[in-house]
């Protein structure tokens, strides 16, 4: 007899509202215990709060859109990395080098969430926003509220928190705005930092590191280069260029010939010189 249950049921996260903790369930579940506290609760009504979390563009987005008419974005495959540019009214895409699917949908998170996110979309937490998701990859976001997860983002991810920020960002770009007060608890890695506001913060930069007049920073800094414009602050350790090369590797003798002596390895400096 064929059984009628599927063999890969789609898992969702779900976390405890007693301690916190997450754990993978089928889509299908209605409730379960928890793997850590035992205590019992309903999966239906945490998916119905994520629901209620996800809020549609407002009305002026769709009236903005519709007035500054069809554009060009770039985006770029989470598969393979490769970019292209697409219309800004586009809903989905197809990446011409892996023909891997890429989803351009924006999403606006208003309160708890716990499921991953990926899209070349733009991706806002508002302040009310409580994000435990895993991941969250995106093309853009803006970031005023919580997140314990990571966030890579391929485009600009403008942070206007203010508070600390548990999670993990990989940007391409990362702009600390004006009015953000933000200490990160873990190293933040980008292509570029600009700031604006206050940042408290461990920064691995590939390129250049940019505080503005008003901005500020204070922590460990590896660049390639850095800018501080008359009026910024920076307190804390710097390292700016390339890393170090490593060490050359020793030189390993041939394997002898057998039958053969193998040649002694004599230093440079003790070599006799030619004839004159």
């Known amino acids: ?37 035992g205590q019992h609760y309903s999966i239906e ?11 549609g563009p407002s009305l002026f987005a769709k009236l903005t859109k519709m007035v500054a008419g069809e ?30 699917y890429i989803d351009l949908s924006d999403f606006k998170i208003a309160g708890p969430f716990g499921r991953s996110i990926q899209t070349q979309g733009e991706v806002v937490l508002s302040s009310k926003a409580d994000v435990t998701s895993a991941k969250i990859a995106c093309g853009a976001a803006v970031i005023d509220g919580k997140l314990r997860g990571l966030l890579v983002c391929t485009g600009e991810a403008r942070v206007k928190l203010q508070g600390k920020f548990l999670g993990d960002i990989d940007a391409h ?18 292509q570029a930092v600009e700031i604006h506001g206050k940042m408290v913060a461990d920064i691995n930069c590939d390129g250049c590191l940019s505080i503005s007049s008003g901005g500020s920073l204070v922590g460990v800094v590896h660049a390639k280069a850095i800018n501080i414009e008359k009026g910024g602050i920076f307190s804390g350790e710097l390292a700016i260029g390339q890393e170090e090369e490593p060490p050359p590797e020793p030189i390993v003798p041939p394997e002898p010939t057998p039958g053969k002596k193998p040649t002694p390895l004599v230093p440079a400096s003790r070599r006799p010189g030619k004839a004159k």
Request: charged share 25%; proline share 4%.
């Open 1 to 37: 007899m064929a059984s009628n249950t599927p063999k890969n049921s789609e898992k969702v996260s779900a976390d405890c509202p007693h301690c916190g903790f997450s754990q993978l369930e089928s889509a299908f579940a209605k409730s379960t215990f928890c793997r850590k506290c």
């Open 173 to 190: 770009k990362l702009v600390i705005d004006k009015k953000a007060d933000v200490e990160f608890a873990r190293p933040v890695k980008a």
């Open 71 to 100: 554009k060009i974005r770039d985006i770029c495959c989470f598969s393979c990395g490769q970019r292209q540019q697409v219309s800004s009214s586009a809903q989905s895409s197809l990446c011409p080098q892996c023909s891997s």
């Open 45 to 55: 009504k945490l998916l119905a709060k994520e629901v209620a979390s996800l809020k």
